[in-house]
């Protein structure tokens, strides 16, 4: 099994900043796909960024204020928030999609279960 958890969320002003981690452990032989979610109350949950080998997609949004990264020997990547606004308020689920094995045979997509960011004055 590969298992996802994210941590860094809380309460910060307007205009302030925040990172949050997504580390994934278990058998991971291939980390092809990481992608930060969030879901504010009452919502559908909605892409925040994805980053595949081939580069980093950030919704409208965000772009300029938000950054992926990636640290793929450790299998953890972190999402940097700036110039935060009160509609950025939501939990914040980070996926990891992939292989176990080295040929490639067995896939894998995995989710945590959130972490929750307020921003509000």
């Known amino acids: 099994q590969v298992q996802v958890v994210e941590s860094g969320g809380g309460l910060v002003q307007p205009g302030g900043s925040l990172r949050l981690s997504c580390a994934a452990s278990?058998?991971?032989?291939?980390?092809?796909?990481m992608g930060w979610y969030r879901q504010a109350p009452g919502k559908q949950r909605d892409w925040v960024a994805i980053?595949?080998?081939?580069?980093?997609t950030y919704k409208d949004s965000v772009k300029g204020r938000f950054t992926l990264s990636r640290d793929n020997g450790k299998n953890t990547g972190y999402l940097e928030m700036n110039n935060l606004k009160p509609e950025d308020t939501a939990v914040y689920l980070c996926?990891?999609?992939?292989?176990?094995?080295?040929?490639?045979?067995?896939?894998?997509?995995?989710w945590g279960q959130g972490t929750q960011v307020t921003v509000s004055a």
């Open positions: 996926n990891v999609a992939g292989h176990t094995d080295y040929l490639q045979e067995h896939a894998f997509s995995s």
């Open positions: 980053s595949t080998r081939s580069g980093t």
């Open positions: 278990g058998t991971i032989s291939h980390l092809n796909i």
